[in-house]
């Protein structure tokens, strides 16, 4: 069975500090994606991963992938009230299907 | 990318009842999966709905309490069977392209 980690679960923070987010896991997925997702809503895809040391840039959020493919983190400068959310790392599977972490519930302080 | 669109929103069901829960795609997708959430909580997939033939379903979760149809590329059904206050929580359906996931709001369901 393919699992993945997030950590932290929680994380508060004032307006302006900078963050990162990690998820892990024992297996090798075809991709990884980080989703974020607000209140009565469904998760949103911000960057998919696919090649092991890859690092993509979305205005302040910086995500990078481990060079075996197992993990991944999401690093956000100058965190802003509007980047408050639950941020879910999912695996694709070889079977296609897309299976989801723990999630980083992230809470920014104005 | 593509629209998803789940209905009902939400619903409150007595025990023992079923409800089945509807996704419209605007557009074709290849795949289309049903999640599970509890709120706060991160997505359990329930089941693969698969075009014109049974659903393959996750460990922990079977077709005669979750049913599921898919009769053409762009709609799929859920059906919650003889509920029970465990079974609240949010539904999810979701579509995927070229390995990217798309979701509708989901259905919330609360049972009583």
């Known amino acids: 069975t393919q699992l993945l980690e997030q950590s932290p679960q929680f994380l508060s923070i004032q307006e302006g500090e900078n963050l990162t987010v990690y998820c892990n896991s024992s297996?090798?997925?075809?991709?990884l994606q980080w989703y974020r997702q607000e209140p009565g809503e469904g998760p949103v895809l911000l960057v998919t991963v696919v090649t092991g040391g890859e690092v993509k840039k979305l205005k302040r959020l910086t995500f990078q992938f481990g060079d075996a493919r197992k993990d991944s983190s999401l690093h956000i400068t100058a965190a802003q009230p509007g980047d408050t959310g639950l941020y879910l790392c999912?695996?694709?599977?070889?079977?296609?299907?897309?299976?989801f972490g723990p999630g980083t519930s992230l809470s920014v302080i104005p | 990318s593509a629209v998803i669109s789940q209905k009902p929103s939400r619903d409150i069901c007595q025990r023992g009842t079923s409800l089945t829960i509807q996704c419209q795609v605007d557009s074709q997708v290849t795949m289309m999966f049903w999640y599970r959430q509890q709120p706060g909580q991160s997505l359990t997939l329930i089941a693969t709905?698969?075009?014109?033939?049974?659903?393959?379903?996750e460990s922990g979760f079977v077709i005669d309490k979750f049913p599921i149809s898919r009769p053409n590329l762009t709609f799929s059904t859920l059906t919650v069977s003889n509920m029970s206050p465990e079974d609240s929580s949010i539904y999810l359906c979701s579509g995927m392209n070229t390995g990217e996931l798309f979701f509708g709001e989901g259905s919330r369901l609360t049972v009583l």
């Open positions: 709905a698969n075009q014109g033939s049974e659903a393959t379903y």
């Open positions: 297996s090798v997925f075809s991709s």
């Open positions: 999912a695996g694709e599977t070889s079977y296609d299907k897309v299976i």
